[in-house]
């Protein structure tokens, strides 16, 4: 990882942003390879991250490499009373004021799908610890919004041999990305057996859209369902949708 990295900075050698930027290495639970329901979860970018240490190319691909070496880094998820609360609040005392995890559409959505996928797993309070999680890319805004069209081109081609990477070391059985199929086609030569349904619905409102699973594909014996966002769709037909084209009987 720490060569992709290295090649990622130097993408952006002449982008005076790039300091600023979120720069966003996956994340690993340590109880993901402990079962045999190896989860990935995939999404377009990060909604605000922080920073690697951009003083040279190899402090940035070190500190990438630290990153994706450890398996704690999901410290910034807290369990109070059964509900997951990020611990990068500045104001800790109350709770209706901080950043709810559960009640955010793409965590609460994969939890569902995830909790029903066959296969044994090790799970405790904080169920992300027994999942992988990445994003299709990796430098983003810093405070939040996805990356620009313009900040996509620069970093495609080093962001698809990452997540090859990513999937090599993490060897998942299943992978949802809810993504939708526009953002996942740039990355549809790293997967076998591509689908794309065809249908796309971005009318906002939980009973306006009926497409949900807007391709499939597979990675070696991995299924791979491919999700548009989570946002105003109705959570029941969102998971029933992805758990369909999971082969899973619900």
């Known amino acids: 990882m720490k060569e992709l990295y290295r ?3 130097n993408d952006f050698y002449t982008f005076p942003e790039f300091d600023s930027c979120a720069h966003f290495v996956s994340m690993c639970g340590e109880l993901y390879s402990k079962g045999t329901r190896r989860f990935m979860l995939i999404g377009r970018s990060t909604n605000g991250w922080g920073t690697l240490n951009t003083a040279s190319e190899t402090a940035f691909g070190g500190a990438a490499q630290a990153e994706f070496d450890d398996r704690k880094r999901w410290n910034w998820v807290e369990s109070i009373g059964g509900t997951l609360y990020s611990t990068h609040d500045q104001d800790k005392s109350d709770l209706t004021k901080r950043y709810c995890i559960d009640k955010k559409p793409y965590w609460d959505y994969a939890k569902a799908i995830w909790s029903q996928l ?3 797993v090790q799970s405790n309070d904080i169920w992300m610890e027994s999942i992988a999680w990445s994003n299709l890319y990796k430098v983003s805004p810093k405070n939040s919004g996805n990356p620009s069209p ?3 081109q620069i970093q495609l081609a080093t962001c698809k041999e990452i997540l090859k990477h990513e999937l090599e070391i993490y060897r998942p059985s299943h992978i949802l990305m809810i993504t939708g ?3 996942f086609f740039p990355f549809a030569d790293l997967f076998e057996n591509v689908k794309d349904s065809g249908n796309r619905n971005v009318l906002r409102g939980a009973n306006k859209n009926a497409v949900y699973v807007e391709g499939t594909a597979t990675y070696g014996d991995a299924k791979v369902v491919i999700n548009c966002r989570p946002e105003w769709r109705d ?3 969102f998971v029933s949708a992805a758990l ?7």
């Open 235 to 237: 959570k029941a037909a």
């Open 150 to 152: 313009k900040i996509q």
């Open 7 to 9: 090649r990622l900075y």
């Open 181 to 183: 199929f526009d953002w």
């Open 118 to 120: 066959p296969g044994n």
């Open 244 to 250: 369909l084209a999971f082969e899973v009987v619900v």
